[in-house]
Nanobody, 124 residues
Framework: QVQLVESGGGLVQAGGSLRLSCAAS????????MGWFRQAPGKEREFVAA????????YYADSVQGRFTISRDNAKNTVYLQMNSRTPEGAAVYYC?????????????????WGQGTQVTVST
């Protein structure tokens, strides 16, 4: 069992930066692939970024490619999402997720554990 707790959300102006963190409990964190997803009000939860267990493979949604960076620190049981050059997208809840398989995936249905989410709002 893995518990995930996101932090770092808040209000950011368009063009600004924000870093989200996701702290995981459990000794198996280093063997899990991790992902970030987001969900705006009234919309489906969508893929943002994913990273393999070693950090060697990373995937991004086209909409964030070049602006967002996912990384992980297995010694700290933490995965990060650095968000730069934010566009005025309004509000969304960002979720961290863990996949017991080692390789990263963009498919939300393949993730086994989810955090409670952290709210991010981008203003103009």
């Amino acid at each position: 069992q893995v518990q995930l707790v996101e932090s770092g959300g808040g209000l950011v102006q368009a063009g600004g930066s924000l870093r989200l963190s996701c702290a995981a409990s459990g000794r198996a964190f280093s063997s899990y692939a991790m992902g970030w997803f987001r969900q705006a009000p009234g919309k489906e939860r969508e893929f943002v970024a994913a990273i393999s267990w070693s950090g060697g493979r990373r995937y991004y949604a086209d909409s964030v490619q070049g602006r967002f960076t996912i990384s992980r620190d297995n010694a700290k049981n933490t995965v990060y999402l650095q968000m730069n050059s934010r566009t005025p997208e309004g509000a969304a809840v960002y979720y961290c997720a863990a996949d017991r398989r080692r390789e990263a995936t963009m498919n939300k249905y393949e993730y086994d554990y989810w955090g409670q989410g952290t709210q991010v709002t981008v203003s103009t």
